[in-house]
T-cell receptor
Framework: DAGITQSPRHKVTETGTPVTLRCHQT?????MYWYRQDPGHGLRLIHY???????DKGEVSDGYSVSRSKTEDFLLTLESATSSQTSVYFC????????????????FGPGTRLTVL | QKEVEQNSGPLSVPEGAIASLNCTYS??????FFWYRQYSGKSPELIMS????GDKEDGRFTAQLNKASQYVSLLIRDSQPSDSATYLC????????FGTGTSLTVIP
């Protein structure tokens, strides 16, 4: 358990409404990630953060924004939710292995199931 | 071409048998390789990491890496019904990439 929580765990919303998902970690990890998981596509990276206020885009960032004002919290915002954003969203943190050299193992939170009607 | 390819299965093996899961990747600069287990409705759980060519064993699990062939595999010995899950291969080069997973069912 890497001390990761996600909230809410389930959410149903309507098309066009803003949605914010929260990832909270308790172990001061530098790197945090947001993924979505869909059948047939696997896990796809949305955005990631390598420190407070330091974020970058992933593979499927369109329609999503993120913020990280504190080490422990990484927020994912859907500015105007669409049905194509119905998915399971996972937050992850990474730790360097004892090898160092930037080799990171990722650990996942419990996930948020989002349904956009 | 996807960065990481896995046979989606389903793969079925009898209890006590060896389950073999395979993964190929396209990025030759990839340095680290991971296997995750995901139960239905749950989050992925890291079960094995491997960084060098050859085999790495941890209990009933053995990961095998062949960088020349860009191939990673996971062997599960003495398979148990509790091993029934989807297994995700992940590769870390310039970015983390996940395969779509192989569904494994262990039949009692």
């Amino acid at each position: 358990d890497a001390g990761i929580t996600q909230s809410p765990r389930h959410k149903v919303t309507e098309t066009g409404t803003p949605v914010t998902l929260r990832c909270h970690q308790t172990e001061n990890h530098r790197y945090m990630y947001w993924y979505r998981q869909d059948p047939g596509h696997g896990l796809r990276l949305i955005h990631y953060s390598y420190g407070v206020k330091d974020t970058d885009k992933g593979e499927v960032s369109d329609g999503y924004s993120v913020s990280r004002s504190k080490t422990e919290d990484f927020l994912l915002t859907l500015e105007s939710a669409t049905s194509s954003q119905t998915s399971v969203y996972f937050c992850a943190i990474s730790e360097s292995t004892p090898r160092g050299q930037g080799i990171h193992e990722q650990f996942f939170g419990p996930g948020t199931r989002l349904t956009v009607l | 071409q996807k960065e990481v390819e896995q046979n989606s299965g389903p793969l079925s093996v009898p209890e006590g048998a060896i389950a073999s899961l395979n993964c190929t990747y396209s990025d030759r600069v990839s340095q680290s390789f991971f296997w995750y287990r995901q139960y239905s409705g749950k989050s992925p759980e890291l079960i094995m990491s491997i960084y060098s060519n050859g085999d790495k064993e941890d209990g009933r699990f053995t990961a095998q890496l062949n960088k020349a062939s860009q191939y990673v595999s996971l062997l599960i010995r003495d398979s148990q019904p509790s091993d029934s899950a989807t297994y995700l291969c992940a590769v870390n080069g310039n970015q983390f990439y996940f395969g779509t997973g192989t569904s494994l069912t262990v039949i009692p």
